[in-house]
């Protein structure tokens, strides 16, 4: 293999196949991107369990062949190197079967081990059948705005991903965790697609960050049975669909309320800012919200002191006093931009839903005090 | 105590103040900050076993008094505060003798523990008599531009001391370590000051994290017998002076050099900036310089790969081959503003300089292979 790659370009693919790039030491490919010249194009490819990235980056193939290299050792050299063309090529030891890969400039000549071509598995071949193409910001917008209520780490790797419900015009994204439920959906311009998938979040946390935030680019989504394909510019990320039934949110009413409060979004989210300061980990990180007339105070006491705060609202309901774990409000009221938001309580002990009629619905349980 | 602080002017002395809280926990007063509204003016003050930090926060005192809290906590909760006026006033309770800090403003009423105001070490009586005057930021570019060569932790607290050298109208500061020196100087306007004294240098550290960039604004300084005072805006800072002998420095002779260099300062920066991916810890941090000519090679080799580089120089004097740890040529180099550096080199064994007559010069050791 013999190539010639502008350093600014090479960086940008690698540092897109890199989201894709294990870290566990069970591979011989781990950690590793496979700079691929064979196909009468270059690309750089990477994968792990969960997801695979393809990225094809422009340049000059003056022989064939492809190679891998360690992604973090391969990155941080070429970021170091001057702007400019790189050439990269390789020779295999006689002696004993290793790969030294040289990347040259004019003065500048490294080598780093390389890996045999061979050992890397290929992406799997794309069924462009059902297709989706929507706007980048859209999909990367709703995403965020959802992905905080996934699991890292569950024993139901369900909690580990997001439902994406697509039906009728609609992409419905659903992430669920141990005390709460984020909601999003948005319209989309395609009555056709009629699919229901699983996709782990900690993949789509990946995606967001290549995406970009143009409103004006789209990415295409192909369904397939056990994959779902993402493509955009040069590259194609396919992830693996996670199987099972996920937690179904048609139980969330909150239509029984007993209480509904107007309050202005910033207010709320300043003040429980504040009462993080004092609802630390030992004290069961819990303030109480006393709802009363025109008036929300929130109020916690804890080891290290204790904060007061009194807010305006528009109640309608019954006066109400109710326990949250502040993080779980302040993640939520994150996820939203609204000027005004509008809480739905239903009692003590119940669910607390933070909604907008067919654009989000975040749900967040009390805590029992 | 009573008083009403700024939001914004509070933050701002708190920061400056923080840079002496002391972390280690063996006093009563360790990681506090008084506040002291009883000569007629809001001071904040913080010390710690170096240095003492005073600053004067502009503000109204409706009843005198004086108060210690918690650095972090503070700072913590006023930086989530909205800006404008803040109400601070305390309570001691009758049952316990432990103290209430009631920080205030319109709707939001906050409570964290105090402490007895003369816990607290005041900072020592100024002696105004031997003052230099110097504009803020010569002194922090001059301290900026040498502290990394002295120690954290050394067993000989000279070696955690920059030296200050002022006489005969320069400004001399002076550090070392065990494999290289820094030195710079520069003019003042003060013939009269005659001072040598050894600063600690996380003090130091501390202190340009305040001082302005501002090329207009002065800071004053004035030498005590174990003390040295900064002063400037509405802030004094005190740190005691390390006593013992300093390196003496007048036995680094360049003069007998046998290679003279100069270079192109930026082309040597990138050069031993990649070098760094490969002279590992594990490969005794070495690269190797082969001077010949018009040519400086550098090259390494190691178990994570290899790399050489060549470099136009202009050569006086001996080819030479000399080996570097490349960090401690790194952060000479960027302490250095020039785009050509001149190196003078005494041998294979023998220390090396870049250097300028009057302005700077840096000691490196080689690595003996």
Redesign the interface.
């Known amino acids: 293999m013999r190539i010639t790659i502008d350093k600014v370009k090479f960086i940008n693919s690698i540092n897109i196949v890199n989201k894709a790039t294990s870290k566990k030491p069970n591979l011989n490919t781990s950690g590793c991107i496979l700079i691929d010249a064979t196909k009468g194009y270059i690309r750089l490819l990477a994968n792990n369990e969960d997801m695979a990235i393809q990225s094809i980056v422009e340049g000059e193939i003056s022989e064939e062949g492809m190679v891998g290299v360690n992604a973090d050792?391969l990155k941080?050299?070429i970021v170091?190197?001057?702007d400019g063309k790189i050439n990269i090529f390789y020779n295999e030891r006689e002696d004993d079967d290793s790969i030294n890969v040289l990347i040259e400039n004019n003065?500048?000549?490294?080598?780093?081990?390389g890996k045999e071509g061979y050992l890397f598995n290929d992406i799997p071949e794309i069924d462009r059948n059902k297709r989706l193409e929507i706007s980048q910001y859209a999909l990367k917008d709703i995403i965020r705005r959802t992905i905080f209520c996934t699991s890292l780490n569950s024993i139901n790797k369900i909690l580990e991903g997001e439902l994406f419900i697509i039906k009728n015009g609609i992409l419905r994204v659903e992430a669920v965790e141990q005390s709460r439920v984020a909601i999003r959906q948005i319209e989309i311009n395609n009555n056709e697609i009629d699919e229901r998938l699983i996709i782990k979040g900690s993949s789509l946390n990946e995606l967001i960050k290549i995406m970009s935030d143009d409103t004006e680019q789209n990415i295409d989504m192909y369904f397939m049975k056990d994959n779902v394909v993402f493509e955009f510019d040069q590259n194609i990320i396919v992830m693996r669909l996670i199987e099972g039934n996920f937690f179904d949110s048609s139980n969330l009413k909150y239509k029984d309320y007993i209480t509904k409060v107007d309050i202005n979004k910033r207010s709320i989210y300043?003040?429980l800012?504040?009462s993080t300061?004092?609802a630390n980990d030992g004290d069961k990180k819990s303030v109480k919200f006393v709802i009363t007339n025109d008036n929300l105070n929130i109020n916690v006491i804890s080891q290290?002191?204790?904060?007061?705060?009194?807010?305006e609202i528009a109640k309608e309901g019954d006066d109400i006093e109710i326990n949250f774990n502040p993080k779980l409000f302040i993640d939520a009221l994150k996820a939203i931009d609204d000027e005004t938001v509008t809480i739905y309580l239903l009692g003590k002990k119940f669910p607390c839903f933070i909604r907008k009629e067919d654009t989000y619905n975040y749900v967040i349980l009390p805590i029992l005090g």
């Not at 290290?304 to 807010?311: K, Q, S, Y």
């Open positions: 050792q941080n050299l170091k190197y001057p003065n500048i000549k490294a080598t780093i081990p300043e003040c800012d504040r300061l004092f290290t002191g204790a904060l007061n705060e009194n807010i």
